[in-house]
């Protein structure tokens, strides 16, 4: 597990004596119906209840020797009860349950994800109705296109934060299934209905049809979701690093006291906390990829995947849950400057606004074709001697032979570009 990103709630899910706990609890329920089907003495459930204890030394100790966890643990667990056990795993494979097991974990940790998720929703909600008459400059391949809305911006990353959490709702209900199906998933020691009573104690529907194993495309999906979930999160970290650029400067991450930015250049404040988030995002994503090929196993079951799983569901959890966290803290005090977004809105000196004025002279029904190498012509002259736009166009007599000069300056107006943000905020927040 990545301990520097570790967050003790979920990754205490990961650590080794949870996981053998719900091993127990797997291994209990499975007991419980064969008691409750005469099997087995209803005592040696209690017993086992009672007296089994959790050594997590002592079974690392035993694995050495049989180089087998499953066998390490029911043996650890045999002699703390004292005694024979023979009933303890009977019809069972190990998959049987590790897999059951693996399955509520991560059910636990995507339950641990999803309640920071609604934090998360709830900045961004915040900052959308903080700063939604705020105009800045719209960018599209880096350039300065229309004036828009900075609110607009927290209310995109709320709506893409909301996809994640439904698909992350989805993929856990697609994992909550376990498998009592045994060694090749015939049921040739233990009966579909059986299955059926031990998966609903634990929780979980059973597996359709299993292998040795559970289907490994369930555990791609939620890593996949995962993987979306942090890239969105870097999406959002990315455009805070642009818009903190000194070229930029409309935004800043919260910058601490005594915080230093650079060893060697005392006047720095970098970005430091996005660019984390940009790199553990490729982490991530890297997890996804190595569930998608934990598909494909040989035959009824090979451990291949095994080794995978052991280092990604631990590592993309946590630093899912870290980067949560991280990228929620720098938001909620993430340093804005509307003074500057306008500055930067009027940096071209109006020329942002040439596509109203292309569709002004349209509807006052001036051909297309032409209307746009009007504008075109007094734009790119605009750009080139670093003049206003409105004071060129204001003496092209083109222009002015269909538009007066009020009719003119209201095609320079920012506030025309927010006039259906209502509209927006209330799809996305389905607001009244």
Not at 129 to 143: A, F, L, N, Q, S
Not at 283 to 292: D, G, I, P, T
Not at 326 to 337: A, D, P, Q, S, T
Not at 390 to 418: A, G, H, R, W
Request: aromatic share 8%; hydrophobic share 40%.
């Amino acid at each position: 597990m990545i301990e520097r990103y570790s967050r003790k709630e979920l990754s205490s899910l990961w650590s080794l004596e949870h996981k053998y706990e719900v091993w127990l609890q797997v291994e209990l329920a499975h007991l419980e119906v064969l008691a409750e089907e005469g099997w087995v003495a209803s005592k040696v459930v209690q017993t086992i209840r009672k007296k089994a204890k959790i050594d997590v030394q002592k079974i690392s100790q035993t694995e050495k020797k049989v180089k087998h966890d499953v066998i390490a643990f029911l043996t650890v667990i045999a002699e703390s009860v004292g005694e024979e056990l023979p009933w303890l795993h009977y019809g069972l494979t190990s998959s049987d349950v590790v897999d059951s097991a693996f399955a509520i974990l991560l059910r636990e940790s995507l339950d641990k994800i999803i309640n920071e998720i609604h934090g998360f929703l709830k900045i961004l909600k915040d900052k959308s109705d903080e700063y939604k008459k705020v105009i800045c400059v719209g960018r599209t391949h880096g350039i300065h296109a229309e004036p828009t809305s900075f609110g607009l911006k927290f209310v995109l990353w709320h709506a893409a934060m909301a996809r994640s959490l439904e698909r992350l709702k989805g993929a856990k209900e697609h994992i909550a299934f376990g498998k009592f199906s045994g060694a090749v998933g015939n049921f040739a020691h233990l009966s579909p209905s059986q299955e059926e009573k031990i998966c609903k104690k634990l929780g979980l529907k059973p597996e359709p049809i299993s292998t040795q194993i559970i289907p490994r495309d369930r555990h791609a999906e939620v890593f996949s979701v995962l993987a979306i979930l942090a890239s969105t999160l870097e999406q959002i970290a990315l455009e805070i690093r642009h818009l903190q650029r000194t070229e930029v400067s409309e935004v800043e991450e919260p910058f601490e006291a005594g915080q230093k930015g650079s060893s060697a250049m005392p006047h720095k404040k970098n970005p430091i906390g996005c660019e984390n988030i940009t790199g553990l995002a490729r982490l991530v994503r890297s997890y996804a990829e190595a569930a998608f090929q934990n598909i494909a196993l040989w035959h009824e079951r090979d451990i291949s995947h095994s080794s995978v799983e052991r280092v990604i569901a631990p590592d993309a959890t946590v630093l899912v849950d870290f980067m949560l966290h991280r990228l929620g803290e720098i938001l909620k005090k993430l340093v804005i400057h509307p003074d500057k977004m306008m500055e930067n809105v009027n940096k071209t000196q109006g020329l942002i606004y040439s596509q109203q004025v292309l569709l002004t002279l349209t509807q006052k029904g001036v051909d297309r074709k032409k209307a746009y190498g009007w504008v075109q012509v007094n734009a790119l002259s605009a750009w080139q001697h670093q003049q206003n736009f409105l004071e060129v166009l204001s003496k092209d007599e083109n222009i002015l032979t269909v538009l007066s000069m009020k009719e003119l300056k209201e095609c320079f107006e920012p506030k025309n570009y927010l006039k259906h943000i209502d509209t927006i905020y209330k799809r996305v927040f389905h607001e009244d």
